[in-house]
């Protein structure tokens, strides 16, 4: 008898929502897989479900697939502060920057598609920040920047949130302000510099500055509900053009 029931409830399920009972998906409102690495599109589909409070939907930009690839600087540590000389620059894909920073020489790697050009000269006196996390990534947040004035000449995140500090950007004097889909995943952000302001999301590339000084490719912003399950997926890069 309960077999029974349970059949006729099912049938009347389908017939009512044509397909909408269960676990079944709507095609209008399922996520898609990014080539960035995370979830991009509408809805609460994907691994990671909807921004918690979003109501649904995905009011960004579509992606442009633009990808950002960067080498761990450093690693074994936590935080790396000191400044340095630029002993040689390599520029292709990726660009190599050498520093010698006393005790060590670190060696800055960063490419892209489209590739990401650098304004950073050989015999320059630079100011090199790393922060860091060895456990599962790593995460790393770089800035390297001119001396006495602190210009930032590129920078970088790739962890799971945009800052390493509130207190201590690695994109400063350029600031980011973060905002929601809908409630898919993706976050947009607000970057400005100089009085200028753009917006962009994962997948995408732009230009910041009254006359256009700062690169912004961003590989993947993402938030994921559930955190601890899913941590957050943020790969930026910033880069002063010559």
Do not use: K
Not at 139 to 160: I, N, Q
Not at 180 to 185: K, L, P
Not at 216 to 233: C, K, W
Request: contains cysteine; aromatic residues 6%.
């Amino acid at each position: 008898m309960r077999r029974l029931v349970s059949w006729l409830a099912a049938c009347a399920c389908g017939l009512l929502s044509m397909g909408g009972c269960g676990s079944e998906t709507d095609p209008q409102t399922s996520s898609t897989t990014s080539s960035a690495g995370g979830v991009a599109g509408s809805g609460s589909g994907g691994a990671g479900g909807s921004m918690p409070g979003a109501g649904g939907g995905d009011d960004c930009a579509p992606s442009d697939n633009v990808v950002v690839t960067l080498y761990p600087a450093l690693a074994g540590m936590r935080e790396f502060e000191a400044d340095c000389s630029v002993i040689t620059v390599s520029f292709g894909n990726p660009n190599s920057v050498s520093l010698d920073c006393g005790r060590i020489a670190p060696t800055l790697q960063m490419g892209g598609d489209p590739p990401i050009d650098l304004n950073v000269t050989p015999g320059q006196l630079v100011h090199f920040t790393w922060r860091g996390y060895n456990i599962e990534g790593p995460e790393e947040w770089v800035s390297l920047r001119s001396t006495p004035d602190g210009e930032l000449l590129v920078g970088w995140v790739s962890a799971s949130r945009l800052e390493f500090d509130r207190t201590d950007a690695w994109y400063a004097p350029l600031t980011i302000t973060e905002a929601g889909c809908g409630g898919s995943e993706r976050r947009s952000l607000d970057v400005s510099f100089g009085g200028d302001t753009v917006t962009v999301v994962d997948g995408q590339r732009a230009t910041v500055g009254p006359a256009g000084e700062y690169v912004v490719q961003v590989q993947s912003a993402l938030v994921f509900a559930n955190p601890i399950m899913q941590p957050g997926q943020y790969r930026i890069a910033i880069a002063r053009q010559p």
